[in-house]
């Protein structure tokens, strides 16, 4: 079953079963452009979190961590019990930027143990407003009494001298999910050096989507992983953490099992000056 879900599927659910609404717009120029967004008008009963606000810790000086550390779980739960999620609250999730933005929130829900139903409005906004479906600009007040514990997965993680550890070894594969010319160390305008994790292959995440914007079918997703083995264990990593995660889900949709997101990807990564970089194609 595809975490993406169609404009009708969520006008359908939308209000039922205690689900959650969440905008999670986000512009990485521009910071407060999404709340801005959402301020003009969202989903009927939305909330919005921001990326760096609220699904992120504060960067470190030093750079490690990467751009969007993840954000400290304690703090995350409060976020989350907040606006009336708890641990098996189902949540319906959307951005404006093909989907990364909500996959991030999907993610970090997995992580720290939320057992509901977590979707991702395939299309966005700008989809749900080309469908006819409403838009408000009333916020909805916090939640109280609603309690969300933070249940950490560990395993779905791998942390940066983990991913040095499996440069080349047999059965890892390391996904480099960013534009191919960052992959190869051309154009590099978010972090200060060029280039990629030895070993990695790319797999630009917005190859998950079609011509028409929506996400492709798992028999799709699996046709973009074709080679990679069922038994591998697979590393995604993006510039910092983020745009990674939809190609995290659509290897699981097209039945990977052993899939691990390097959360503080390139940033992370080219912070440490000792870390090997690779140029060019795998």
């Known amino acids: 079953m595809s975490y993406m879900k169609s404009a009708e599927w969520v006008r359908e659910h939308l209000g039922k079963d205690g689900r959650v609404v969440v905008d999670a717009r986000y512009v990485l120029t521009d910071t407060n452009a999404g ?118 997965r560990e395993e779905m993680l791998v942390s940066q001298d983990e991913v040095r550890e499996r440069i080349g070894r047999a059965g890892t594969v390391i996904i480099d999910s960013r534009d191919p010319a960052r992959y190869r160390g051309e154009n590099e305008t978010m972090d200060p050096v060029g280039g990629h994790i030895p070993s990695a292959i790319n797999r630009f995440w917005t190859e998950g989507r079609g011509a028409d914007g929506k996400w492709k079918s798992a028999e799709e997703q699996a ?35 052993n899939v691990k997101l390097y959360a503080g990807s390139w940033s992370d990564w080219s912070a440490n000056k000792d870390n090997p970089v690779a140029t060019g194609e795998e």
């Open 223 to 257: 046709a973009r992983f074709e080679g990679i083995s069922k038994d591998d264990e697979i590393i995604v990593y993006c510039g910092s953490g983020v745009t990674a995660t939809p190609n995290v889900f659509a290897l699981k949709e097209a039945g990977y099992k």
């Open 35 to 152: 709340r801005s967004a959402y301020v003009e008008g969202h989903l009927p009963g939305a909330y919005y979190l921001s990326l760096s606000h609220d699904l992120s810790s504060p960067k470190r000086e030093d750079g490690r961590g990467g751009r969007h550390p993840l954000p400290d779980p304690a703090v995350l739960a409060k976020t989350l019990g907040r606006i009336g999620i708890s641990n098996n609250t189902p949540v319906v999730a959307y951005d404006d930027q093909g989907g990364a933005m909500a996959s991030r929130l999907l993610w970090l829900l997995q992580w720290t143990g939320h057992t509901g139903e977590a979707v991702v409005l395939d299309g966005g906004y700008a989809g749900w407003v080309a469908a006819g479906y409403p838009v408000t600009t009333e916020v909805p007040a916090d939640v109280e009494g609603v309690v969300y514990t933070p249940r950490l």
